[in-house]
């Protein structure tokens, strides 16, 4: 129902539809009469915690606002990895300045992920600001920020431009973009968004489709699994949680933009987007923008580390990524709508960047998303 109304939204243009999200705050309970042998939840409330101690049921715990322990073991994705990969996301697009928006403090979550994010932008040599959310946040119990709005906008209005806006859910991400163009500050160009949390639904309902990152929430669900029907069997938890390696970044619009200082690069890239649908050559850049093979190579080694070549590889198997989630296209055809004159090369290049065939790929992410 909801896919529907975000297709027609779509359509239309114009709409800001409010999400009243549930499960969240739901104090979820065990039917009285159910004799089940395992628990796989996002044990978060105090409440389901007892319960499930009473009944003596071997859990496994998939949420990250809860701590790893050997009664309730956690299965996750890693932390780490996914603020690395957020903040590496906008590095590799040129951007200095890096922003993160994250969870009220009464959500429960903890700063693992906000460490992870400053300490990589510091070490690639950007700057990072960090959103501090209102103590009247904490009165609300929502994933949003309808407390923080006037804030929030302030905030965003005086952060150097352009920057790359880290943000903890798709929910958030979607306020933000709506105060974004509530105050004529452009998404992508002036903030480009990415969401930790990876929400297709939240994405359709957002003004400019939103970048979020892969959490491997399949392999997340199979691991936790795997590891419940251990402790069923009688083993033992491990000492410390089972941590899975974020899949990478599903690029949308909302990042879509880059942050490099010099003028022929930025503008290159920009090409490069606009036409990676089509089977152009760097030599059409060239062509473009007049300059020289000589000086383009130059320009994109010392500005962006990789050639002008291995950018457009880069750019064809984002948008590959985001048609085989969220498409019914067939390999052949995705192949021709990113460039690639032959399905053949599309799969190794795919496979060479992605550590995955494309079919593979596809039954994966289409199984199971990411979960917080």
């Known amino acids: 129902m909801l896919r529907g109304v975000a297709d027609y939204a779509r359509q239309q243009g114009g709409w800001d539809c409010f999400i009243e999200p549930h499960g969240f705050w739901d104090e979820l309970q065990l039917p009285p009469n159910w004799r089940g042998h395992g628990v796989i939840g996002r044990i978060t409330h105090p409440g389901m915690v007892r319960a499930l101690a009473r009944r003596r049921l071997p859990c496994v715990n998939v949420s990250w606002s809860r701590q790893h322990s050997t009664r309730f073991p956690n299965v996750v994705s890693d932390w780490r990895a996914c603020g690395q990969m957020a903040v590496r996301h906008f590095l590799d697009r040129g951007f200095r300045t890096i922003a993160y928006v994250g969870a009220a403090p009464h959500m429960g979550y903890g700063p693992q992920l906000e460490e992870a994010i400053r300490t990589t932008a510091k070490e690639g040599g950007a700057e990072i600001y960090s959103f501090q959310h209102s103590p009247k946040q904490s009165m609300i119990r929502e994933h949003g920020i309808r407390a923080d709005i006037v804030d929030l906008q302030r905030w965003l209005l005086e952060l150097p431009k352009p920057v790359g806006v880290i943000i903890w ?48 929430g399949h392999t997340v669900g199979f691991k936790a699994a795997e590891l419940l029907d251990r402790l069923i069997q ?75 070549a291995d950018v457009l590889r880069r750019i064809r198997v984002e948008r590959a990524a985001v048609l085989l989630r969220d498409t019914e296209l067939s390999i052949p ?40």
């Open 333 to 372: 055809d995705i192949a021709r709508n990113c460039g690639f004159n032959h399905p053949e090369s599309f799969i190794r290049c795919f496979k060479r960047m992605m550590g995955d065939v494309p079919s593979h790929y596809r039954r994966v992410n289409r199984a199971g998303g990411a979960s917080g």
């Open 169 to 216: 859910s798709a929910m958030i991400g979607r306020s933000v973009m709506t105060i974004c163009a509530n105050a004529a500050i452009e998404v992508p160009d002036d903030v480009a968004i990415l969401c930790v949390e990876h929400d297709d639904l939240m994405s359709a309902l957002a003004p400019v489709e939103l970048s979020s990152l892969d959490q491997a």
């Open 234 to 308: 009688g083993e033992p938890a491990p000492k410390k949680p089972i941590e899975i390696p974020p899949r990478g970044v599903v690029a949308r619009r909302s990042s879509d933009a880059t942050g490099f200082e010099d003028e022929v690069v930025t503008e290159a890239i920009r090409y490069l987007r606009d036409h990676a649908n089509q089977p152009i050559q760097i030599h059409d850049v060239e062509k473009t923008l007049q300059v020289s093979r000589r000086v383009l190579e130059n320009r994109f080694e010392k500005f962006v580390g990789r050639s002008p």
